[in-house]
Each structure stands twice: as C-alpha cells, then as structure tokens.
C-alpha cells in the first residue's frame, strides 16, 4: 500500500516513463511514488520508486542505507553492496549505493540491480528535525546501464516543494 512523504517533493519524470502504482515486488513496498519503464526487459518492468520518513534520531545515511540492505536481503536472500558513495554537502547530504541480489518477482526468480539514493532533507527552521527521501531503481542487469541515466536525470529534478505532501 503506497504511503506518503513526510515532506512535499516536487520531480520530474524522465522522457517514457510512466507514473505506476507502487511494484509488489522486493523493497517496493511502502513507496509513495513509482514509475516504469515502458520496456521490460525478459519479463522484468524497470521501475523507480521513492519513499521517505522522518528521522529525527542520530542515525546516518550510512545507518540507513545498511538497513535497507537487511529488510532487502529478507525478502531476497543475498545482497550484495556494489558500490557505495557518499555525496552531497554538509547542509544536503546524501548517499548513494548499488545493490545486487535475487529475488522472486511474479513467480520468477530474477537477477535484480537497483540503485538507491538517499536525500536528508533538514528543517530550515529547526535542523534537529529531518526528514530521509529514498530514491530507488530497480532492473535487471542488462537494462540497469540503460536506465541508469534516466534514474539520474531523474534524482536532479528532486527538490523539496512549498505544496502538500506527495
């Protein structure tokens, strides 16, 4: 069941792709926004997904990023972090990470890559408060390269908005 962001974002979605109902498949549940690829790849749909919540404990992206890699590697068994980057700057900070793993997804196990982003989002008013937006692209090997670029282009449009809560 899709839930919302603890604060408004605005986007914008790459060229092709279309806005979709959360995917059921490993670590789609929970988003708030999701959008596919309009051309699957052996069966498989590339999809971007993004959810968020408010984190105004000490844990860091690093923290929440290992997380992830639990709650993934229940459903999916082994995971395996590929790469792992810190980014952003001190007032934005962000982490991104690339994960491999197999997982069954409709009834057929899958090699999957997904790539996720990790944006704290501080409270201009208060920085104790924080809120952690976490983009994510899931495909298949062969078709990750591909997309990659668009899930990119994608993460740039990222921006905090002034309107409700998405």
């Known amino acids: 069941m899709p839930t919302t962001l603890p604060v408004p974002i605005s986007f914008g979605l790459p060229e092709g792709w279309l806005p979709a109902a959360p995917p059921e498949g490993p670590d789609g549940r929970g988003a708030a ?46 995971v395996t972090v590929a790469h792992r980057r810190e980014a952003g700057s001190a007032d934005a900070p962000a982490l991104t990470q690339r994960l491999v793993f197999s997982a069954e997804v409709g009834g057929t196990r899958r090699d999957l890559v997904q790539s996720q982003v990790y944006l704290s989002m501080l409270d201009v008013e208060d ?9 994510a692209l ?17 993460v740039r449009t990222v921006r905090p908005s002034a309107g409700q809560g998405a």
Not at 44 to 63: C, K, M, Q, S
Request: proline share 8%.
């Open 33 to 78: 926004l999701a959008a596919v690829y309009p051309h699957p790849d052996s069966g498989f749909t590339a999809n971007i997904t993004v959810d968020g919540e408010y984190r105004p404990d000490p844990a860091t992206l690093a923290d929440l990023a290992d997380a992830s890699v639990e709650r993934l590697s229940q459903v999916a068994g082994s």
């Open 127 to 135: 920085p104790r408060e924080r809120a952690v937006i976490r983009l």
């Open 138 to 154: 899931t495909a298949t090997p062969a078709q990750h390269e591909a997309v990659l670029a668009d899930f990119q282009d994608f």
